[in-house]
């Protein structure tokens, strides 16, 4: 599975933004698709995740009822829309899917920068 990016971009404190990623490729074979982050200096954390039918989400502690993913099957992308954003959100973005038996995430897209200026 491929997948594509976009989205990131320079926002300041409260702001919103949404990022979304398409997939192309093996899709029939995603169980979730997930957003993760990298900021500055820290590792990569998991933001938000989605299964793939069912349409079930969840959320790192941190992002609760600020950020909503939600996902389009008919255009094979998944999208996380982010409202009221902190300068701690600034972050590199990452798409991944898990196909997988053993709930890993194994196709990664090349990442967005989020940009929250205080």
């Known amino acids: 599975v491929q997948l594509q990016a976009s989205g990131g971009g320079l926002v300041q404190a409260g702001g919103s933004l949404r990022l979304s990623c398409g997939a192309s490729?093996?899709?029939?074979?995603?169980?979730?698709m997930g957003w993760f982050r990298q900021g500055p200096g820290k590792e990569r954390e998991f933001v938000a995740g989605?299964?793939?039918?069912?349409?079930?989400?969840y959320y790192v502690e941190d992002v609760k009822g600020r950020f909503t993913i939600s996902r389009d099957n008919a255009r094979s992308t998944v999208y996380l829309q982010m409202n009221s954003l902190k300068p701690e959100d600034t972050a590199v973005y990452y798409c991944?899917?898990?196909?997988?038996?053993?709930?890993?995430?194994?196709?990664w897209g090349q990442g967005t920068l989020v940009t929250v200026s205080s």
């Open positions: 989605i299964s793939w039918r069912g349409g079930m989400t």
């Open positions: 991944a899917a898990d196909r997988s038996s053993n709930g890993a995430y194994g196709d």
């Open positions: 490729g093996r899709i029939f074979q995603i169980n979730r």
